[in-house]
């Protein structure tokens, strides 16, 4: 499995205005794209990929969960995703509750997911300056990926990943957003699956 | 400069529904994300970037250009994107002609697009088949990559294109959407132009 994690820190907690992610929204249109780039490949879907959302712009924080080997009628652009995010918010359980094939919300602050993530999963924190990821790929054993939206992570999150991250990794000196670091990250464990098969 | 260029097979020539980009405008979704991804960074566009689209989807066809080095008030959202292209079909012009900074219009079928654009890139045919990217991308000069969406590029625009290429080249035995297969170009001549700066 590969994971992802993905920070939205004005991203709204309640049903939203679909013909506004980028304003009103809090910019779920990068939530979005970070859900297709995750997901989709061309004609089809990763179905050993999960990703997490945790939308930060309201009180509670909520989180989303979508599996790629569990959803049906997905596609890539940002208005059906968007749509399948609005219906999950519907949903203000405690504990996760799926939405639709594959999608799941639960009210969640950032402690408890990442407690329920290392159960699952080895952490990895993308930051800028941190290892490169090209020296470590052959050493990942069902990693999942923390990244931030457009704002980062705040300083009280990324001392919760540090401590749990098994390294901090780095793509490139380029900064790339979130949706594009997803695919990179992607790119370079296909890379290495595909030399050594 | 590097330059793009993405077939649309049945994306539309006249202005369309903004709200239905998959469906009734022809996956224009795909021409708006492949726009996203050849211009925009974190907090920033590449200004040393240029795309073409060539839309194939009504008679005639109609190719639109966009400049990294000219947007303004562009947003990486589908959205956003999709308003702009709609506003550039709204003009006819058989020549270029500007719709908002940096968009451009004009009608156009494949030979006269390839044969204005030899004269400032030289061509690369991205297809699953090719040499890969890795080992050539030093001796890239003013490339322009070419690509088609999800259906690829028909037998005769393949045919044209094959004349004009430099090389065939191939990123992945894993079969990218296109505008993943435009950030992975970038990420590799990214990679490149860092390491020897």
Redesign the interface.
């Known amino acids: 499995m590969r994971g992802f994690l993905v920070i939205g820190n004005k991203a709204v907690t309640e049903p939203f205005n679909i013909?506004d992610?980028?304003g009103s929204a809090g910019r779920m249109?990068i939530m979005c794209?970070c859900i297709a780039?995750a997901l989709?490949?061309?004609?089809?879907v990763r179905k050993d990929v999960e990703i997490y959302l945790l939308l930060c712009g309201g009180t509670p924080f909520r989180a989303v969960r979508v599996c790629g080997g569990e959803i049906r009628n997905m596609?890539?652009?940002?208005?059906?995703i968007a749509g399948l995010i609005r219906k999950a918010l519907k949903n203000s359980s405690r504990r996760w509750k799926r939405s639709s094939p594959g999608i799941y919300t639960a009210t969640m602050d950032f402690d408890e997911l990442i407690n329920e993530l290392i159960m699952k999963y080895s952490i990895y924190y993308l930051r800028e300056d941190g290892e490169k990821i090209q020296n470590v790929v052959s050493d990942l054993r069902n990693p999942l990926f923390v990244l931030g939206d457009?704002l980062g992570l705040s300083h009280e999150m990324e001392k919760v990943v540090l401590k749990h991250a098994e390294k901090v990794l780095s793509l490139?000196?380029?900064?790339?957003?979130a949706d594009?670091c997803i695919?990179?990250t992607h790119?370079e464990l296909?890379?290495f699956e595909?030399e050594i098969m």
């Open positions: 013909n992610l980028p249109d794209r780039q989709f490949i061309s004609h089809g596609a890539p652009d940002e208005r059906n457009h490139s000196k380029v900064s790339y957003q594009q695919l990179i790119y296909d890379k595909h």
